[in-house]
């Protein structure tokens, strides 16, 4: 089965990007457009009705699938880029720009707001499951729309790997913790807890993994029903990659991309 995916972009950072269309294997699904306050999504699973009447022949679940880019980064801010630049000393609710997890940057405010602003969006869906990335910005998004959903989050360390800091490392090099301390390592459940004290964290799902067999995996995982990955922009490109189609530069934050799935076995991207 295939797993075919369309674009939402959110109103913050869409730039030019801001279609209100997503083109299925069987035709062109309108989305409510970007300026809309409370658009909602609607469900995948109803958008094609012989595609579901097929489905249910081959007696195949159908999986929804909804990827989610984390919201603005704390480090991608005028203000925080100049001053690391410089070198200065710039600390932001916690988190040192120049110190040991560097890497591993917060959320701004603004994009605390988009993420619950676009987890109304998802209202409709009928989610049942949020997985995240582990990376503290995943996990700070994954918290507004936990929030907004009424559910908890499960950790997916797959869901990391496509960032470009863990392209460049590797992923096991993450997974385990530094032999002098844990500043180079992905954050555990009871740390993310800890991170996003109003989320319920339900545990960690899977180890170490690449991007795409993670999603299939998660897919597979909860066959009939429609779930939320909240991970990167490279996860974006990975996709648009498999499905032969060119990558949008920068998903807009929190960006919503929907995704069909007939038994987690494929992915293929249309944006």
């Not at 909602?40 to 880019?69: D, Y």
């Not at 603004?110 to 969006?121: D, I, L, N, S, T």
């Not at 499905?243 to 076995?265: D, E, H, L, V």
Request: aromatic share 4%.
């Amino acid at each position: 089965g295939d797993i075919t995916m369309g674009d939402r972009s959110s109103t913050e950072g869409a730039g030019d990007d801001r279609s209100t269309k997503a083109t299925d294997a069987k035709g062109t699904v309108e989305l409510e457009s970007s300026d809309s306050k409370v658009a909602t999504l609607q469900p995948i699973g109803s958008r094609n009705q012989k595609q579901q009447q097929e489905n249910q022949q081959q007696q195949t679940a159908v999986t929804g699938v909804w990827l989610m880019r984390h919201g603005e980064r704390a480090d991608e801010v005028a203000e925080v880029e100049n001053k690391i630049r410089r070198g200065e000393k710039c600390v932001v609710d916690g988190w040192d720009a120049c110190g040991s997890r560097w890497w591993d940057p917060p959320l701004t405010e603004m994009g605390k707001q988009v993420a619950k602003q676009e987890a109304k969006r998802l209202t409709s869906l009928g989610i049942k499951k949020i997985y995240a990335s582990p990376l503290l910005r995943c996990l700070q998004t994954a918290e507004e729309v936990a929030a907004v959903l009424g559910i908890g989050v499960e950790i997916v360390p797959g869901l990391s790997a496509c960032a470009a800091i863990v392209q460049k490392i590797k992923i096991e090099h993450f997974l385990v913790p530094n032999k002098r301390n844990n500043n180079e390592a992905l954050l555990t459940s009871s740390e993310a807890q800890k991170a996003c004290p109003r989320m319920k964290v339900l545990g960690t799902n899977g180890g170490a993994e690449e991007f795409y067999p993670a999603c299939r995996r998660l897919a597979g995982e909860n066959a009939g029903g429609d779930i939320l990955v909240v991970s990167h922009r490279e996860g974006v490109w990975m996709l648009s990659a498999r499905a032969g189609k060119a990558p949008r530069k920068k998903p807009p934050y929190c960006s919503i991309t929907g995704a069909n799935s007939s038994g987690g076995q494929a992915v293929h991207l249309l944006i």
